[in-house]
């Protein structure tokens, strides 16, 4: 089995990874608060875009070179590793320069060019499963990655394309035990995008570290009123504190040591 390890922080590894920040950097103050509470909960990830995929092209895009600045300090201050995604190969030469894990989002699961200049970068990669991808799919696109050198691969669940409007995607958690009897690759869930409103979040968390996830990717807003990006996903600070201490708990029952 595959343990992504930079210094101290791991994914794949005895606990639960929680990789958790804003979805969308958005000011120094909006990030720098909300990853001194990850720091404080004990997590060693911070996530956060500046190249965010936005579906209208007149919604916020991110803040690029300067929100990558932002999360460099965050790693500079708390000690916490930093995830953020790549848009297009322009963005990834960035993102390799500031970033620890440079991840690959839903839409851009099948680009291929963009998958293999992934390979070449010398950062681990997480990437999420495409919104409407079957697990070998999901497995290729990791293969894209691998056969250019680059085995570091965190698989990503985000939720895949249903038919209820309870929900903005349905979290598969099928896919975490299945993916894991085919693959080495650890694989995380991301209860927030594959939900979108914060009262799930913290159920789909519990349930995916229950079925072995080996990690959460996790979006935190200090006043989600405000986001410019998925605001009402977003765990306000007390909700996320409850959160780790229970996924935390699960963890310690279902996670065997390595
Ligand atoms: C994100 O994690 O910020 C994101 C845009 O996710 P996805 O690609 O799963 O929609
Ligand atoms: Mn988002």
């Not at 500046?50 to 991110?62: D, E, H, I, L, V």
């Not at 995830?83 to 620890?100: F, K, M």
């Not at 410019?228 to 780790?244: E, H, I, S, T, Y």
Request: charged residues 25%; glycine residues 8%; hydrophobic residues 40%.
């Amino acid at each position: 089995k595959t343990i992504i390890k930079i210094g101290e922080a791991e994914i794949g590894g005895a606990e639960p990874a929680i990789i958790a920040g804003v979805c969308a950097v958005e000011s120094r103050e909006q990030t720098m608060i909300t990853a001194q509470v990850v720091a404080e909960a004990g997590c060693k990830w911070f996530r956060g875009g500046a190249f965010k995929p936005r579906t209208s092209p007149y919604a916020f895009q991110g803040m690029h070179e300067e929100g990558l600045k932002i999360l460099a300090e965050v790693r500079d201050t708390y000690g916490l590793k930093i995830v953020t995604e790549a848009i297009d190969e322009p963005a990834l030469d960035l993102c390799e320069q500031y970033a620890d894990v440079i991840q690959i989002g839903t839409r851009n699961m099948q680009n291929f060019s963009l998958l293999k200049r992934a390979g070449q970068a010398r950062k681990p990669i997480l990437l999420k499963r495409g919104m409407s991808s079957t697990l070998e799919e999901f497995l290729l696109a990791a293969e894209y990655v691998m056969a250019e050198g680059n085995y570091d691969v965190i698989l990503c669940e985000r939720g895949i394309r249903s038919f209820g409007s309870h929900s903005r995607f349905t979290p598969d958690l099928a896919v975490i035990p299945a993916a894991q009897k085919l693959s080495h690759l650890p694989i995380i869930l991301d209860p927030s995008h594959s939900t979108g409103t914060r009262e799930t979040v913290i159920p789909m968390a519990r349930a995916g570290v229950a079925v072995g996830a080996d990690g959460l990717l996790v979006d935190v807003h200090p006043y989600p009123e405000r986001a410019l990006c998925d605001g009402p996903q977003a765990l306000l600070f007390d909700m996320f504190r409850q959160m780790v201490e229970e996924v935390r708990a699960i963890g310690q029952i279902v996670r065997k040591p390595a």
